[in-house]
């Protein structure tokens, strides 16, 4: 392995290098891909951890669909992630065959008969920036707990999800994905979000903050995006030249953040009785707990202001919303009346 991989196996990548490629030597990498189809109201998330852990690679898997009212999540033996572009696959049984696949060019999953997805994609729109990924300056630094990339911003989704007793069909939905690395699977706390269905098709706000610590250094940060519905990407979250102010609640999250001339706020609110409960993964242990208050669907408003000229207001009833942390998933899974082995969607309206 030369100098670079070894590099990049800290999770940390150079300037203008590919975010997107696998980090080998992590103890996570996740992927991330969500649908919204704003005619049908319907929207659902697919994602897979590809972990490292002390019996070889394994995989956190989930699906979750809203208005359905499902989740599924599963622990699977077996990972491989791309190390020359964007890649995944879990639950491998041979070269051939896994029950989770995806790319930049579609998506596939076979959890069981009633959670399945063959997606295909097009028209996308990436990440423009080729200096720097989501994770700005953030990402030269090695042993991060936590990177971030917001790879894809934009684009179009067609094919079939099987949820639960229902088979949905998408022609042209809209498709974002992400990924997420770092040493041991997430943050001690953390917040995010993601929105489209605005009256502007192309328009995506995304933003992912938390604690980010590497030895001695802890500090809270939030990445802001926009991607205005003219194309143009504006991303905010450099604590020094462009800092981004984040409050968040159960059910409420607001964001302030400026620089080079931009100004941007974001108010977003979601019922915590509509959350669903996902797993997280503990590499090092080799096992899911869970961790992450989701919510599939929430309110949320932007505005854009450019040297105090407002640029766009758009609002969304169909925005993804979380805030994460092992207690305060437990403690809304004590209220629910559950215990930790299962995952939990919120009751079907």
């Not at 996308?124 to 920036?129: G, I, M, N, Q, S």
């Not at 802890?218 to 504006?234: H, M, S, Y």
């Not at 102010?245 to 999250?253: L, V």
Request: one cysteine or more.
């Amino acid at each position: 392995m030369g100098l670079l991989e070894r590099y990049r196996g800290t999770g940390a990548d150079l300037p203008f290098g590919s975010p997107t490629r696998a980090h080998r030597g992590v103890a996570m990498e996740g992927y991330f891909w969500r649908i919204t189809d704003p005619e049908s109201g319907r929207v659902l998330i697919a994602l897979c951890g590809a972990n490292l852990g002390p019996r070889g690679p394994w995989a956190t898997v989930g699906l979750a669909a809203w208005p359905a009212g499902f989740v599924h999540t599963d622990a699977l033996v077996g990972s491989w992630t791309d190390p020359h572009g964007l890649g995944v696959r879990a639950g491998v049984s041979d070269e051939n065959s896994s029950s989770f696949e995806g790319n930049d060019r579609f998506l596939r999953v076979n959890l069981g008969p009633d959670a399945r997805l063959d997606l295909e994609f097009d028209a996308l729109d990436p990440w423009p920036r080729r200096r720097l990924g989501g994770s700005s300056v953030f990402q030269v630094i090695p042993n991060l707990n936590q990177y971030w990339h917001p790879w894809l911003l934009s684009g179009r989704a067609s094919g079939i999800a099987v949820v639960g007793g229902e088979t949905w069909q998408f022609n042209n939905a809209r498709v974002y994905a992400e990924k997420n690395w770092g040493r041991e699977g997430f943050p001690e706390s953390w917040w995010w979000g993601q929105a489209q269905g605005f009256k502007e098709p192309g328009a995506c706000v995304a933003f992912a903050g938390g604690l980010v610590t590497t030895g001695r250094m802890r500090v809270e940060v939030t990445a802001l995006v926009v991607r205005l519905p003219n194309g143009r990407v504006i991303r905010l979250g450099d604590p020094v030249v462009s800092p981004v102010r984040t409050r968040t609640w159960d059910e409420r999250w607001r964001l302030s953040g400026r620089g080079f001339g931009w100004r941007i706020a974001v108010t977003a609110s979601a019922p915590l009785s509509q959350a669903y409960i996902l797993p997280v993964p503990l590499p090092s242990e080799h096992r899911n707990v869970p961790g992450d208050l989701e919510h599939l669907v929430g309110d949320l408003e932007v505005t854009v202001y450019r040297f105090g000229r407002l640029v766009w207001r758009g609002q969304t009833r169909l925005a993804a919303l979380e805030h994460g942390g092992l207690d305060r998933a437990r403690q809304e899974l004590r209220r629910r009346g559950l215990d930790e082995s299962q995952p939990s969607a919120p009751p079907i309206l």
